[in-house]
């Protein structure tokens, strides 16, 4: 099943870039173009996308703001951020706004590609020099011992679930692993997103590293 990637950016040669880069890739199939983020919001619901590539600095809205809109009105489409910006302040913002993955415009081909697949499979991506701010950043709050992970209401096999999602595994690894089902394992992500007010993988992602569940 292919891919279906919606543009978002105020420059067309940008956009026909991009179509021309990832036209060529069997598994994507750009489903539209916006050059605001007035266009992208309407566009959603009709093409519905499963990644939306989306620039930062849009004409009407900022791209963070529309990411969290996008966020409410779609959220099984995720959104990843293709920006010239590789500062701290817009990098954490995208994030807190529920975005799935950060790539500045300067990376290579093969890392957009990548990045696009990573996010269309419901994980997190963000580029190499950009998860180090992420690392550095919660790094400096005070870490925990593991074991005080479960004082917020986990259940043994949540502490295992979670400790598996913020390494990186998918659902079908962690149900292979832990020997259940694909569907429990969603269930228990539910369950632990719920019981520590998480929305997105970044945020889970940041709660480990807190914790000391597992190690930058």
């Not at 990637?5 to 870039?17: M, N």
């Not at 790094?139 to 502490?159: F, I, Y």
Request: charged share 25%; aromatic share 4%; no cysteine.
């Amino acid at each position: 099943m292919k891919t279906r990637l919606l543009l978002v950016d105020d420059h067309a040669v940008v956009r026909t870039g991009l179509r021309m880069l990832l036209e060529g890739e069997e598994e994507i199939e750009i489903v539209g173009e916006a050059e605001s983020a007035s266009d992208a919001l309407n566009l959603i619901s009709q093409v519905k996308p499963d990644v939306i590539l989306m620039d930062i600095g849009l004409p009407d809205m900022s791209g963070i703001d529309a990411t969290r809109r996008i966020r409410q009105l779609a959220p099984d489409s995720a959104v990843l951020a293709l920006t010239i910006h590789e500062d701290e302040e817009y990098f954490f913002q995208m994030l807190d706004a529920g975005a799935s993955g950060y790539v500045p415009k300067r990376a290579a081909p093969e890392e957009l590609l990548t990045a696009i697949r990573v996010t269309a499979q419901g994980e997190v991506y963000l580029y190499p020099s950009l998860a180090k701010l992420l690392v550095k950043d919660y790094l400096t709050q005070s870490v925990q011992p593991k074991n005080q992970a479960t004082l917020d209401g986990l259940t043994p096999r949540e502490n295992e679930v979670l400790t598996l999602l913020a390494d990186g595994a998918s659902n079908a690894e962690i149900a292979m692993q832990l020997s259940i089902s694909p569907k429990t394992v969603a269930r228990h992500r539910e369950n632990i997103m719920g019981k520590l007010n998480l929305h997105t993988r970044t945020e889970l992602v940041k709660y480990a590293i807190r914790k000391g569940i597992i190690q930058p």
